[in-house]
């Protein structure tokens, strides 16, 4: 009578784990399809509050940022030639104008798009459309609620005539981020 064959070693521990996983993915795949449906909300629907704020007639706001005791908006005042603008509002309301100090000829003329704040430091990115092909010329700027610096750019820093656009700045880890193309 001839010996039955016994299977030991490799092929059996493979074939013992392949089955192993099997099962479990099977487990996976039962549970996944399970009636349960996702988890219900542990809060109910919560109503937003809206504020009014009072800005200056002339000015466009383009951009806001959460500061530890105030709301800052950025924009452009269309009154003269048009400027830049950036104004605190604190939680009654009241708003009150940041200084701004431009330096170039078109930071002077600048929409402040984007701002972020990290602490008590404020940064924020103005553009304003010139030149002959009316390019977006980006203004980089920096300071508090106190006072906000432009620091001039080279032309080329965000691509010169090959510049794309800027999406917006932020304050990571290591200081200011400029994200874009």
Known sequence: MPRPQTRTGHAT???????????????I???????????APRETTRELSWSRIALPESVVASSLAPASEALLVGGRAS????????FAVDAAGNTRPVPLHPTS?????????????????IVALGARP??????????????????????????????????????????????????GT
């Open 13 to 27: 521990t493979t074939r013992g784990l392949a089955s192993l996983w099997a099962a479990l993915l099977m487990m």
């Open 79 to 86: 009154s003269g030639r048009g400027h830049p603008v950036l």
């Open 105 to 121: 000829p078109y930071a002077k003329v600048a929409d402040l798009v984007s701002v972020a704040v990290a602490g008590t430091q």
């Open 130 to 179: 010139g030149g002959a092909h009316a390019n977006v010329r980006w203004t980089v700027w920096t300071g508090s609620t106190q006072r906000l610096d432009e620091y001039p750019q080279r032309f080329e820093t965000f691509g010169g005539q090959s510049a794309g656009g800027l999406l917006g700045i932020v304050i990571g880890s290591d200081g200011p981020v400029i994200a």
């Open 29 to 39: 795949m039962v549970a996944s399809c399970s009636d349960a449906g996702p988890p």
